[in-house]
């Protein structure tokens, strides 16, 4: 395709190849498919990097190895696409849709994504910055949405359900899942996968998983995820709500956790902001750090703010230092649960200004502190 085409009815089944888009045009299905005979190696729609700027949209894909192939494209917009029943089941072979050659800053609205052999969305390595939104993706034979080494990709506001795993996360960086329902599946954010953000939304019947994985490249090895973020929303499952095995500077944050088991560890550090789950389950050394953020104010003894005071805790990391208000908005651990220890223990800080010192449980570092 080089022009504009509206599709005027289904076209296939195609024994190889469906469409190819070379240029910046729209390719309009009207609500027909694109239907293949599963040869392998097929693509049902193929929009190539010459096609940067292209849309696809109100077309079904289907019968092929891979439904919807965008290969090094950029600023494509497809939207009212479904992909569904490509691959071959019996080998667990073939997308709905997949992002290869460095796909990036696409946008994909309102798809649907099912049943197709092996990943329903699969964002791959180089893919950066695409977006996925309201879309529906279920019931793919292993994940429904996979992104692998790469960064900034979203999936928001959609449904995701049906399939072993909901949404993997492998070595990529900032990814954010916001204000999704998943249901019947976890969110797997394994090996070296950094600042992954999950706000909002629902996982039910799920968990979310962080992993430490071995790496086949020598040179990415052993790594664990850092810097996950659970912020908001609800997790509700029969079994553990959280599973952090190996990764560090987990938070959670605000969100609601429904299940017999919250917090299970293994060899991990998570910090809960707003949110105090149960001792957690510990198949190895771990602690978690009950936080809340800091609301006090340093004042003298005719009232006025002290600026300049410095709150750190007893293991000399830093609180923050106080505003010209006397404020110092930063987290506080109040108390700190460790896995060897089997217990809960209190936090002190210590105040410091103009060498003067001061030493005080955490709990205690709220409201207004005279100097």
């Not at 950066?128 to 994940?143: C, K, M, S, W």
């Not at 959280?242 to 938070?251: D, H």
């Not at 006397?326 to 460790?338: I, K, L, N, Q």
Request: charged share 25%; hydrophobic share 35%; net charge positive.
């Amino acid at each position: 395709m080089v022009a504009d085409y509206v599709l005027p009815a289904d076209l296939g089944p195609c024994a190889g190849d469906g469409l190819r888009v070379r240029r910046a045009v729209v390719l309009d299905g009207n609500g027909h498919l694109v239907r293949g005979r599963g040869a392998p190696g097929g693509v049902g729609v193929q929009v190539d990097g010459s096609a940067s700027g292209a849309r696809v949209v109100h077309l079904g894909i289907t019968g092929f190895e891979r439904g919807l192939r965008l290969v090094k494209a950029e600023r494509v917009r497809v939207e009212g696409v479904a992909a569904h029943d490509n691959g071959d089941p019996a080998a667990r072979v073939g997308y709905g849709i997949d992002l290869a050659g460095g796909a990036s800053r696409n946008v994909l609205v309102r798809v649907q994504v099912f049943r197709n052999a092996d990943e329903g969305i699969h964002v791959g390595s180089g893919a950066h910055e695409n977006r996925i939104v309201e879309a529906e993706v279920h019931d793919n034979g292993r994940e429904n949405v996979y992104f692998l080494r790469n960064h900034g990709n979203v999936l928001a506001r959609s449904r995701v359900w049906g399939a072993p795993t909901a949404v993997y996360v492998k070595h990529a960086a900032r990814t954010v899942l916001e204000e999704n329902r998943i249901t019947s599946g976890n969110v797997h954010v394994r090996g070296d996968s950094r600042d992954t953000l999950l706000v909002g939304g629902v996982v039910a019947r799920g968990a979310v998983v962080l992993q430490r994985y071995r790496d086949r490249d020598a040179k990415i090895g052993l790594r664990a995820p850092v810097g996950t973020t659970v912020r908001g929303g609800r997790i509700a499952s029969d079994g553990a709500c959280v599973r952090v095995e190996g990764a560090t500077a987990t938070t959670l944050e605000d969100v609601t956790l429904d299940c017999p088991r919250p917090l299970e560890l293994d060899g991990a550090t998570v910090v809960t902001l707003g949110v105090r789950p149960g001792p957690p389950r510990c198949s190895g050394s771990g602690r978690v750090e009950h936080a809340r953020r800091g609301a006090l104010r340093v004042l003298d003894a005719d009232g006025q703010p002290v600026p300049g005071v410095e709150v750190r805790r007893t293991d000399g990391s830093s609180v923050g230092v106080t505003d010209a208000r006397g404020a110092c908005p930063g987290v506080v651990v109040e108390s700190v649960f460790t896995c060897a220890e089997g217990r809960m223990e209190e936090t002190e800080v210590v105040l410091q200004r103009e060498g003067r010192t001061r030493t005080l449980p955490a709990r205690e570092l709220r409201g207004e502190l005279r100097w």
